[in-house]
C-alpha cells in the first residue's frame, strides 16, 4: 500500500459503483468517509468492504437531502474530494415519479455542492452517464460529441447536474470538478463480497441474467432483436465495475496531485468496445458453464439501439485504461450472485 493520501468523501458509499470505489482508493492509499442513507443498499455491503479490506471502515448513515445532517458530516471530517454517487437510478420509475427523481437527485447534489463552498472543499467528482448522449448520430461518442435532449427525467437529472458543475467551477474559484460519463458497469468485486443489489425486479441486463441463472427468474426477456445492428440486438459497452471504480482512482489522483488543465473536466468511462444483448448471454453461458432461458420480446421504450464509448481522452489524460477481460467479469458476476443465493 502506498503512503497516505487525502481522504475521500464518498455519499453512496454503500452503493454499487461507491462500494467498489472505496475499496480502490483504500488500496491507493486515499482514506475515505462512507455515507449513505441505505435507501437503494444495505449495510451488509460496508461490511463486505470491511472484509476485503480487512479494517474498520469510517460510515455514518446520511441522508445527502438533509443538508443539516450533511452539515454535520462536514464538520466532523476533514477531505478535500468527494465522490458522489447518491442518487436514484432506475429511467422507468423516473418517468413515473419524476418529482422524486429531481427532489432527490438534485437537492441532494446540491446540498453538497452548497456546503463544499462552504467549507472550502475543492474537488468534486460527479458520477454522470453515458445516457447524456442519448442515440447518437456518430459513434463511438467522444466527449464532444453534443448532448441529446434527455429522454427521462433520471437523465435529466444527470445533464442538469453536469451543467451545475459547470457553472459552479466556473464561478467559484476553489472549485474544481471531474464528471464521469459510466457506460454500463457489470460485474462485481472478484472476492464475490461485494456487487450489484438490485431491490425487487431487476432493470439492468446482468443482474437480470445472473438471477435468472440462480432460478429466481423464469426467463430472461431480450428486448428486441430487430434493431439495425449485428445480430438485430441493442449494442452496449460493458464495463467491469472494479475497472470502473479505478477510473475514480485516476480522477481523484488527478484532482488532489493538482493536474487539471481545466476547472471542470469530462471523462467517458467505458471499455472502447461494443458488445450485443445477445453476445453477452452466450459469453455468459459459455464462461459459467450454464444455460439460460430466454425469449426476444419486442422492443423496450426509450431504448438507444447503440451506444459505446471512445476511450481516447480518459486513456491519454487519466491515464487510465479498462483492463478486465468479459469473461472474468461475467464469473464475477455469476459468483456474487451465488455468494448472496448461497448456491454452492
Ligand atoms: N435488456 C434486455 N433484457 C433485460 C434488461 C435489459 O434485453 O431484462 C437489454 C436492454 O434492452 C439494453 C441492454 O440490455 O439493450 C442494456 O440494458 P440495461 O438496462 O442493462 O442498461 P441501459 O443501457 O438501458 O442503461 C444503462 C444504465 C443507465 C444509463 C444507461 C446509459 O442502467 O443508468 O446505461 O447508457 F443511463
Redesign the pocket.
Known amino acids: 500500500m502506498s503512503k497516505k493520501k487525502d481522504t475521500v468523501l464518498v455519499s453512496g458509499g454503500a452503493g454499487y459503483i461507491g462500494t467498489h470505489t472505496t475499496v480502490a482508493l483504500i488500496e491507493a492509499g486515499y482514506d475515505v468517509v462512507m455515507i449513505d442513507n441505505f435507501s437503494n443498499s444495505e449495510p451488509s455491503a460496508v461490511e463486505g468492504v470491511e472484509k476485503i479490506l480487512g479494517r474498520k471502515m469510517t460510515f455514518e448513515e446520511c441522508d445527502t437531502c438533509d443538508i443539516k445532517a450533511l452539515r454535520g458530516v462536514f464538520e466532523r471530517h476533514e477531505f478535500s474530494t468527494v465522490i458522489h454517487f447518491a442518487a436514484y437510478?432506475?429511467?422507468g420509475e423516473s418517468m413515473a415519479e419524476p418529482l422524486k427523481y429531481y427532489q432527490n437527485n438534485l437537492v441532494s447534489y446540491m446540498n453538497i455542492l452548497q456546503l463544499m463552498k462552504e467549507f472550502g472543499r475543492p474537488n468534486i467528482l460527479f458520477s454522470s452517464?453515458?445516457?447524456v448522449?442519448g442515440d447518437a448520430d456518430v459513434l463511438p461518442v467522444t466527449e464532444q460529441t453534443p448532448r441529446k435532449p434527455a429522454t427521462s427525467p433520471?437523465?435529466n437529472t444527470?445533464q442538469i447536474a453536469e451543467d451545475i458543475l459547470r457553472d459552479c467551477c466556473a464561478a467559484y474559484e476553489g472549485m474544481y470538478g471531474i464528471a464521469l460519463r459510466?457506460?454500463?458497469?457489470?460485474g462485481a468485486h472478484p472476492s464475490a463480497l461485494i456487487g450489484e443489489l438490485p431491490r425487487g425486479v431487476?432493470?439492468?441486463?446482468?443482474p437480470?441474467?445472473t438471477q435468472t441463472a440462480a432460478g429466481l427468474r423464469e426467463c430472461?426477456?431480450?428486448?428486441?432483436n430487430d434493431y439495425d445492428t449485428p445480430d438485430g440486438?441493442?449494442?452496449?459497452d460493458y464495463i467491469d465495475v472494479v475497472d470502473l471504480a479505478k477510473a475514480h482512482v485516476a480522477a481523484v489522483d488527478r484532482m488532489t496531485e493538482g493536474k487539471m488543465e481545466q476547472k471542470y473536466e469530462i471523462f467517458n468511462v467505458g471499455t472502447g468496445r461494443p458488445g450485443s444483448?445477445l453476445e453477452?448471454l452466450t459469453r455468459f453461458e459459455k464462461a459459467n458453464d450454464l444455460k439460460l432461458p430466454y425469449k426476444i420480446v419486442g422492443?423496450?421504450p426509450?431504448?438507444?439501439p447503440a451506444?459505446w464509448a471512445d476511450t481516447a481522452v480518459a486513456n491519454k489524460v487519466l491515464g487510465w485504461k479498462a483492463e478486465r477481460d468479459l469473461d472474468d467479469t461475467l464469473r464475477a458476476a455469476w459468483a456474487w450472485e451465488k455468494h448472496l443465493r448461497n448456491i454452492k
Open positions: 437510478k432506475a429511467v452517464s453515458a445516457t448522449y433520471y437523465g444527470k459510466y457506460f454500463n458497469p457489470v431487476p432493470n439492468n441486463l446482468l437480470f441474467v430472461l426477456s431480450v428486448f428486441g440486438t441493442c449494442l452496449r444483448v453477452l422492443r423496450r426509450g431504448d438507444v451506444v
